[in-house]
């Protein structure tokens, strides 16, 4: 079979670069996909099973969401990709008139791992919701994904933990390439739906290399950057984001899967990604954390009890322009209403942070914007992370 098989000569996908930030390695560009353009750096919000926890889709559209995840393994065991390609897709099934993206599964390799055992063939899992073994092959997955219409399907890789050495990680990462090319041969809309590559190879540096000169030389319409975010040491983590970025097709765009802490955000948007996902800001939303540019506040706390100021002042989500801090604070107590309106106002916060990223960079200000922003989040310069510090050195950023 031919590596360059042509996928993106079809594409359902353009990127225009917009604008290149002079000093790091940032970029700000139009990703077209058949639902609607999607400006870029962005951040997708993620909908696990079909529908964010919390917040209804018309909330989401409205907070100017262009793209949002499902994920592949659970609408795959429930409700099954027959009834929701009857519904015309995930789209239809969830009244979405916007971009989706699904994950293939095999983050759940890692997540549910006690569950799963890997083979050249597939995965393996134990159903969590009836115990039946299902055979989960990079074939199966895009067939799934193909029944979802997502327009943007990410391959079946063979993920481990970011933690874990050894001949494992080799082993995954040559088997993500072999499975790479079963799911291109695998996609019966190529003309519709768009297959990203996942760089692997843990945080050994040649390894990463290697994975990239041959993901690359298949011509899929984008590249994600997987196997981080697990528990590895940040200085670990830039450094292997930095390489990925380095060695990536300026043309196409580049998904840093799992990431979602605002600095995290900023920084890596220095390094070259265009687009971050992550259950952060939902996740943490219903634990009562709500997002603010200085970091986090937890209204649950008994100080936000006759506090009358919304979340934050400069926010125009609905939640900060109806509801106090000591509204939240005493329905935390009593209502699940709590958790949605911390999940509208951590989304838009999100949201907002990357149209802020985005025009800081087409205006050309985008190593001002940094400074500022890391000024507001740590109240001394000492406090700032040492690895992000680092990271933003290594692209001529400095934070004096």
């Known amino acids: 079979m031919s590596l360059k098989k042509a996928v993106s000569a079809v594409s359902p996908l353009t990127l225009r670069i917009v604008a290149e930030c002079p000093v790091t390695k940032a970029r700000a560009c139009d990703l077209t996909l058949p639902h609607c353009t999607v400006s870029t750096p962005v951040f997708m919000p993620v909908g696990t099973q079909g529908t964010l926890k919390g917040i209804t889709v018309d909330q989401l559209e409205g907070l100017g969401c262009q793209i949002c995840l499902g994920n592949t393994y659970h609408l795959g065991m429930r409700p099954g990709p027959e009834l929701i390609e009857k519904a015309n897709g995930l789209h239809g099934f969830m009244n979405w008139k916007r971009n989706l993206l ?112 041959e993901m690359t030389k298949r011509d899929v319409p ?124 951590n989304i838009a916060y999100q949201l907002t942070l990357m149209r802020s990223v985005r025009q800081s960079i087409v205006e050309g200000r985008f190593p001002e914007f940094i400074r500022t922003f890391m000024n507001r989040m740590f109240p001394s310069s000492d406090q700032f992370p040492g690895w992000a510090v680092d990271a933003l050195a290594s692209v001529n950023i400095s934070l004096d």
């Open 222 to 345: 984008g590249f994600a950057i997987g196997g981080l975010s697990g528990g590895e040491s940040k200085d670990d983590f830039w450094r292997m984001v930095t390489l990925s970025t380095d060695r990536l097709p300026r043309e196409k765009p580049r998904y840093l899967m799992g990431v979602g802490y605002a600095v995290d955000l900023v920084v890596c948007v220095a390094l070259g990604c265009d687009m971050f996902d992550c259950v952060f800001p939902t996740r943490t939303a219903r634990f009562g954390s709500a997002l603010v540019p200085w970091g986090s506040i937890q209204v649950k706390q008994k100080q936000y009890a006759k506090d009358f100021r919304p979340i934050d002042p400069d926010c125009d989500c609905p939640t900060c322009k109806r509801h106090s801090r000591a509204y939240l604070h005493a329905l935390f107590k009593t209502d699940t209403a709590a958790m949605h309106h911390v999940t509208i106002h």
């Open 102 to 213: 699904t994950d293939s599964g095999g983050f759940q390799m890692v997540s549910l791992v006690e569950l799963s055992e890997v083979t050249e063939e597939g995965v393996k899992f134990t159903s969590p919701y009836d115990g039946k073994e299902i055979l989960l092959r990079p074939e199966k997955s895009i067939s799934i994904q193909n029944s979802l219409g997502s327009d943007i399907m990410m391959q079946l890789d063979d993920v481990v933990s970011s933690t874990v050495t050894g001949p494992r990680v080799e082993e995954a990462m040559h088997r993500s390439i072999r499975w790479l090319d079963r799911c291109i041969a695998a996609n019966k809309n190529p003309d519709k739906q768009n297959l990203f590559a996942i760089i692997q190879g843990g945080l050994n540096a040649e390894l990463r290399k290697v994975c990239l000169e």
